[in-house]
């Protein structure tokens, strides 16, 4: 057992909180949207909480930490959906929501300090030069632009983008190692994939510098359909139209917008299935003429709309929002996280659809990925057992649709991260005592894991970048 | 024969210009890159050219001509490739270049008379607010925007945006009609494309609002390839580059570069196929490390040559310049317009350089099309006769990849614009007499012209959209 009273002395001077609920609170992400990591992760929880306010405090934080053998796992704003910022193995949650500035702004570009949460960044840089972050999740209220970084893949934006994956959506990183004298590291191009999505397991982000798109006022528009496959080909097709600037297209099937989006519930028919869109006020005449052509009928839109009191906007309907509505209403609701490959996608959706019926409940969102307009599934489930949910996986992937699935806590089996020879010489670079957010690399605790195996990953390898 | 005298009289206070040498050279445009369209079209001349500086005057042009059943034939800055411009039954050219004035700049649009170049109009959007079009050809610097409306169908931007077929890409036209009471009518959604590439055969535009994208200072970069399908690889492969923001990516076979960029020869190698790029700075490091993977060797970059003295930008050595550097090194090049259809594109591609080898040198136009990355051949063409020409355009077909022919001036044999009851019935609802730009569109001079003939449009007919 590591010496906490010793490594406090150390860090004296750093906000450091030991509170045990308020530490038990900045322990937990959103993992509870998974009964699978409820069950295992539901006792997790840090020793303390540090909340470092600028880079130096980080570098002093880690360097104390690893003096003392005490693991260290970074938080953003804990709106993760897989225990990304819970510390499996106790020690310091390095709280980072006081390093929230935002630093420099230029046109296609901000530099900003992890902590800072999107929605304020996204405000900043709008009011300097009406410009806003591509990418966001739907919790852009409250998450960290370092913690989507760290632990998210895409969001709202990715139909335009596409995902952190891709070069370009992250511009530079600034990391701090975990060793005995931390380094700060410049991070870009191919090795920024050390870092995404790694969970804060090989380095502390300290500074981000993201691309920005022109900020629009983004109009959102709810469009139905009586038959869940027209909704999809509608939503498809839509995200086909480059003239067309839309910002989010996702699709929910009936009778789910009616019974799960409460505050919308006046808009909605229950027999219909919903197109969730924001589209840009200049490309909007065009879209209404689309969508008229295509048959679907505009059931709301935010511009016309008589009272917008009390709603909130289409993208806390969609994402992972979809499945938090639903939750709300109806505990047993967890979900999955699919791909269905171009392009034969809409035939997936339509088998899928046929499978497995109103047990999985469709939500698609449509993204680019390697320059080709998907749906990216993130279906609602109504669980039953694990084995069943084990099932349902097994299903989906014996179709040809990969499953990134959100009920495993480590890189690997979540599959959105490969890990692979570079990846694993970065992190013996990085942080070589194996004490950032420990339990969350399986190549690394496990000498004899296979991080080799054929499987479809998000973020690929880094060993193909050359 | 009309009374040009009595015309004259009644357009008195409007400009007119009836110098025979200032006639000739208004009647005139690009149409010689087509020695077929030289034969045919090198005597076509106007009787005066009239140069209104304003709506009102347009109508009064309109109204004098209808009443004395003189043709008018609409001109921009005369930088059209068909004879889109040229006034085959003579009468009057209508000048539009001094209706020039940019009316309107809001976040995402702009409204601006027709015959506002599209450099100085980006200038001002730029100036104003950051912003500039979505598109424009390769001609942005002499043509004006209401001729690219009307006579073009893309270009720079494309690769983002599709053309200007795609709904969304222009927002807005207001024209005038040729009655005897001219009208003025407002088009928007599928109502565009009566008068979108019509070469203006059914009514004057006078003012159009344009979407406008974010003027980012695009950075250009030459890329070159030992193989010309390393190339175009290459090329497909940046385009799919969801984060990486290119405004221009286009492919142009060795040696056509090394023989025809001649102020950029000195940055090249004769047996180096090369990828011409419009990058924005902040996409221009993951550009960079893309590139690295991708074994491309960077030529060429503004941003750190050591001395850009004469060097015109990359844009100019895009789409119809191309064409137009070859010319001028070597008469006897022309031209063709080839789509190579998703997702075999790549295979056609070289199929046809098999076929055709250096007889059709190679240059690709990487663009958005129905949601997909395509190569769009601007394929230069070393002339022999006519009947090989059409030849080299069967052969085309024949492979299954579809023709728009830059040697027929008319629309339907153009391949562009697709004629159909719609049309026509607009046609006869805006011009009745026939009077605007005669002879262009086969369909209306030609009863019996079957225009539900099953070809490959890039306009696509009226009726579909319900």
Redesign the interface.
């Known amino acids: 057992m590591a010496d906490l009273a010793k490594l406090k002395a150390d860090l004296a001077g750093i906000a450091i909180e030991d509170n045990p609920a308020i530490v038990k609170q900045k322990s937990r992400d959103f993992f509870w949207y998974s009964p699978v990591l409820k069950r295992q992760l539901d006792h997790v929880v840090g020793d303390l909480v540090v909340t470092p306010k600028d880079e130096a405090e980080v570098i002093r934080v880690l360097a104390a930490a690893h003096a003392h053998g005490v693991a260290v796992t970074p938080r953003g704003a804990g709106t993760g959906n897989y225990g990304q910022a819970m510390p499996l193995a106790g020690g310091i949650v390095l709280n980072l929501a006081e390093m929230n500035k935002v630093t420099a702004i ?4 901000v530099v900003a300090e992890p902590g800072v949460i999107m929605a304020k960044l996204d405000a900043e840089t709008r009011a300097h ?2 410009q806003e972050l ?1 990418l966001h999740p739907s919790t852009a209220n409250t998450a960290s632009v370092g913690g989507f970084v760290a632990g998210g893949s895409g969001g709202v934006g990715s139909i ?4 952190l994956r ?4 992250v ?2 990183l600034r990391i701090v190692t975990m060793e005995a004298s931390p380094r700060t590291l410049e991070l ?3 090795d920024l994939h050390k870092v995404s999505h790694a969970y804060g397991t090989n380095g502390i982000i300290t500074e981000v510098e993201m ?4 900020a ?2 983004w109009v959102d528009v709810l469009v139905g359909f009586d038959d869940w496959m027209d909704a999809v080909r509608y939503a498809d097709a839509l ?7 839309t910002k989010e297209i996702a699709t929910v099937a009936a009778p789910a917008p009616f019974d799960y989006f409460l505050r919308h519930q006046k808009f909605l028919k229950r027999e219909q299935s919903v197109v969730i869109v924001m589209v ?4 909007l ?6 969508t008229g ?1 295509e048959k679907g009928e505009i059931v709301f839109r935010a511009d016309t709309a008589q009272d917008l009191k009390g709603l909130p906007p289409a993208f806390e309907l969609a994402w992972n929002h979809t499945t938090l509505r639903a939750l709300r209403v109806d505990p047993s609701i967890t979900y999955l996280q699919v791909m269905y490959p171009f ?1 034969d996608h809409q035939k997936k959706v339509a088998r899928m659809t046929e499978l497995l019926g109103d047990e999985v409940p469709g939500h698609l969102e449509f993204v ?6 998907i749906p990216m599934g993130l279906p609602m489930v109504r669980f039953s057992t694990e084995e069943r949910l084990d099932e349902i996986i097994r299903i989906h992937e014996e179709e040809g649709c990969p499953i990134f699935n959100p009920h495993r806590y480590t890189l690997e089996e979540g599959g959105m991260k490969q890990t692979d020879d570079v990846q694993l010489a970065f992190k013996r670079e990085a942080d070589p005592d194996g004490l950032l957010n420990p339990g969350k690399m399986i190549a690394w605790e496990d000498p004899n894991f296979d991080y080799r195996a054929k499987k479809t990953f998000l973020f690929p390898g880094l060993q193909a ?2």
């Open positions: 230029a046109p296609g570009r030069s009406g591509r335009r983008w596409g995902g891709d070069l370009g959506n511009i530079r870009s191009r191919f691309p920005l798109a022109p629009y006022d995200g086909n139209e480059d003239g067309i600037l840009a006020p200049h490309s005449d065009a879209f209404l003429a689309f052509r392009p680019r990925f390697d320059g080709k307009v970048a050359g």
